[in-house]
């Protein structure tokens, strides 16, 4: 059965956390991380990019010479794609590019997600943040003594305003509620730190 050590304010482990093997098991489903990922970058998509088509471009509705006797291909206006400054062929317009996955496969993406990040050692667990970072240096001295380097996310159970006080300057690190997160924010962040509490409600949400 894996376990996951729980950490102190100080950075000692404490104590273990038994994880259930139907959730944290050897192998992980790679195919449902990628479909989940995918629709969470395709929402994330603004779809702005637009073209003008030839009966949007201004002029064109004089013709440029006439029909016959030229030696040239026939034009009726000079706003025709195939014209210089002309309209655009087939060019994109405004699109919603979000679409939707089964809640199913959302949960198990996010189950196979921190399965991930426990396999590769960079999922943290401690007790609770509690009232010990007054200053904004004693939580990066924090992170440091848990070797906490590159993206940093943290999982809460709930609003901590201190924590958001003492860590709002710190450009690696970045917290939410662990009823808003999704296996797109936990897998492009490096570290994953969470409390007791908080993981105890990310099994639910999990299982």
């Known amino acids: 059965m894996p376990a996951l050590p729980i950490h102190n304010t100080q950075g000692q482990a404490t104590e273990t956390m038994d994880l259930p093997e139907s959730l944290f098991g050897p192998r992980i489903n790679q195919d449902i991380i990628h479909q989940a990922v995918l629709m969470y970058q395709a929402a994330h998509r603004q779809g702005n990019a637009s073209t003008k088509e030839r009966g949007m471009v201004s002029g064109g509705g004089k013709k440029p010479y006439r029909q016959k006797g030229t030696g040239r291909a026939r034009a009726g206006s000079n706003r025709s794609p195939l014209w210089h400054k002309g309209g655009v062929v087939f060019g994109p317009h405004p699109r919603e590019f979000r679409y939707d996955i089964p809640r199913k496969i959302k949960i198990a993406a996010l189950r ?63 917290s ?23 993981f105890k409600k990310l099994l639910e949400r999990i299982q």
């Open 112 to 174: 196979e997600s921190m399965n991930a990040k426990l396999m590769a050692k960079d999922l943290f667990c401690i007790d609770r943040f509690g009232s010990d970072f007054s200053k904004t240096k004693d939580f990066v001295r924090f992170l440091t003594g848990l070797d906490l380097q590159g993206k940093v996310l943290a999982l809460l159970e709930e609003r901590d305003e201190k924590l958001e006080r003492v860590s709002r300057n710190i450009p690696y690190f970045r």
């Open 176 to 198: 939410m509620l662990i009823k808003d997160v999704n296996a797109y924010d936990i897998l492009r962040s490096k570290k994953i730190l969470l409390t007791k509490a908080a």
